[in-house]
């Protein structure tokens, strides 16, 4: 994600070497993505490789015009991300970068000191993997087990900065930019207490992130194992949830069949009726603790500036957080009820 984040050095005035010399050299985008998935992408995404990287540059003015000081890394392959998300739409894509920096700037519990080395605990616990092998739509498998979370020992959020991470870490591929990923999750265990946790007002920061604040491509949610209990934590989902992505949640109940039907056992671990052996989360721990000084130099070129003032911003405050609260107490006798 390195890059030239200040948009006043973008464009320097025709001869003047002087100014061209300050310009650090941007990493020239190679194109990684197979035949194959060059057509996926035409197909699904409206990506024409020949216009890949007049794209690019339309966006990169956009921000340089509308956001001068968003503070955002306007590399290619960074830019690329935002704009297959939403379709080489300019103004979504546009709009999606600015959430994504505003999600970071209005959730300090989660966006300060975000880096693998400190959710070590996280992934020890196995509460958030990533399985092996893709699906046959060659779509990494997010596994989250929310059983393996003991509250006593740490806040929710720090699950939250875990699988956050963890999409950082999977987007940096352009197969899952433009295949997208699936979600596996377990919910085997979760008791009342633990669903306490998950109220309305973290809900709604969550579903804005994955759904108007991060640019990957979620293309469905699998849920396993769920108790009674998930009722109520679906009622507190599904008002944030737009339509889409709401049609993309599939309830397996402790039918492994039904799983199969959406993930392949060849894939799955024993765990879920697959043959692909133990769940091992040891390889992915050491792929994303691996990456540490990557993250340190990424994050770094995402700071948004304190006199900037993005409009559309996805949580206003404290009237957002009032209202929260008193969904949460709305909710609550929901939660008590399906237990």
């Known amino acids: 994600m390195s890059g030239d984040s200040d948009c006043t050095r973008t464009s320097p005035s025709a001869g003047s070497p002087s100014d061209s010399e300050l310009l650090p050299d941007r990493p020239k985008y190679v194109c990684s993505l197979s035949p194959d998935l060059v057509t996926k992408a035409r197909e699904e995404l409206q990506e024409k490789p020949e216009w890949r990287l007049r794209d690019v540059q339309a966006l990169r003015d956009m921000v340089c015009k509308d956001y001068p000081s968003l503070g955002t890394c306007l590399d290619d392959a960074f830019l690329l991300r935002f704009l297959r998300a939403r379709k080489f739409d300019y103004d979504r894509a546009l709009q999606l970068l600015v959430n994504y920096h505003t999600c970071r700037r ?122 009674r209990i998930f009722k109520g934590i679906f009622a507190i989902i599904k008002p944030f949830l737009k339509e889409k992505i709401a049609n993309r949640f599939f309830l397996h109940g402790c039918d492994l069949n039904s799983l199969h039907q959406n993930i392949p056992p060849v894939i799955l671990p024993e765990e879920y009726g697959g043959t692909a052996g133990k769940l091992d989360i040891s390889a992915w721990n050491e792929l994303l603790l691996a990456s540490e000084e990557d993250f340190l130099h990424d994050f770094s070129e995402l700071v948004l500036q304190c006199d900037s003032s993005p409009h559309d911003l996805l949580v206003s405050g404290d009237a957002d957080e009032k209202q929260c609260d008193d969904s949460l107490r709305g909710m609550k006798p929901q939660l008590y009820y399906c237990y």
Do not use: M
């Open 106 to 227: 209005t959730w300090p519990e989660v966006f300060s000191n975000l880096k693998p080395s400190a959710i070590k605990p996280v992934l020890e616990s196995g509460f958030v993997t990533v399985l092996p092998h893709r699906d046959p739509q060659g779509r990494h498998v997010v596994c989250i087990r929310p059983d393996r979370w003991t509250p006593s020992n740490y806040p929710i959020t720090e699950n939250i900065r875990a699988i956050y991470l963890t999409l950082e870490k999977l987007i940096q591929s352009e197969e899952t930019q433009v295949n997208g990923i699936v979600i596996l999750a377990d919910y085997k265990g979760v008791s009342l207490s633990k669903a306490s946790h998950f109220g309305p007002f973290v809900a709604k920061k969550v579903i804005g992130i994955l759904q108007d604040g991060f640019p990957i491509r979620i293309k469905a949610v699998n849920i396993i194992n769920e108790p």
